[in-house]
């Protein structure tokens, strides 16, 4: 499994079959480096609909016949637009042909503001818990520190934990590290950081600071699991 940040909290995961995006915001994502003609996924998914990380999924799975899979008001907000998608919600999983997938609690907001700046609620925001090729990746999505957190920790061998630490709308840095501290993944990421001027912060930093082992990836880099 060969798994790429893109900046925010865009993540890639390349099985040796299927290419799954979370999160794909690509324009108006100065850090990221891949062009969003390149971006050809047969699956996205989505945390929340904020359009910082829903905002390009539509024009995204037209292109490509992508199937959408989000919790339930997101999925059934795409689904109007005549796209594929598979609603799910918070603790409910999924066994797909490329992967299986449960839903964690985050502690956010979800909304969609359209082009004329009507603003869409779609429902409760989430966490991912992905599984494929014995491997489990959590990306956290946008939330807010929380002690359930613990569970996701001793309930799942989790290989690789994906964080925000942009602080102001997410957890900051100092919250971000107890979170990877109770998932106790093999390996922490920060994403959802210095795309704007208000989620500033210094990676490094936050993964020097680790009492479990981290890693920063630069937008477009890539690990393998």
Not at 61 to 81: C, D, M, Q
Not at 181 to 187: C, F
Not at 198 to 207: C, G, H, K, S, T
């Amino acid at each position: 499994m060969k798994l790429t940040f893109h900046g925010q909290s865009a993540v890639e995961i390349q099985t040796e079959k299927h290419s799954i995006w979370i999160d794909p915001f690509i324009k108006g994502n100065d850090t990221a480096v891949v062009d969003i003609e390149d971006v050809k996924p047969d699956v996205i998914l989505l945390t929340h609909g904020h359009n910082d990380h829903a905002g390009d999924a539509e024009e995204i799975a037209r292109k490509n016949n992508s199937l959408i899979v989000a919790p339930f008001e997101l999925a059934e907000y795409f689904g109007t637009k005549g796209l594929t998608v598979h609603p799910m919600h918070i603790g409910g999983g999924h066994q797909f042909e490329w992967g299986h997938v449960k839903w964690t609690q985050a502690f956010h907001g979800s909304s969609f503001t359209e082009e004329d700046g009507t603003v869409v609620y779609t429902g409760m925001p989430a966490g991912i818990l992905f599984t494929a090729e014995g491997k489990t990746i959590y990306h956290a999505g946008d939330t807010a520190l929380f002690s359930d957190m613990k569970l996701i920790g001793e309930r799942n061998n989790v290989d690789v934990a994906f964080l925000p630490i942009g602080d102001n709308f997410t957890m900051g840095p100092e919250d971000a590290a107890t979170a990877a501290e109770w998932v106790n993944a093999k390996l922490t990421v920060p994403i959802h950081y210095n795309t704007f001027p208000l989620i500033e912060q210094d990676a490094d930093q936050f993964v020097s600071s680790l009492k479990v082992e981290g890693k920063v990836l630069k937008p477009g880099e890539s690990i393998e699991r």
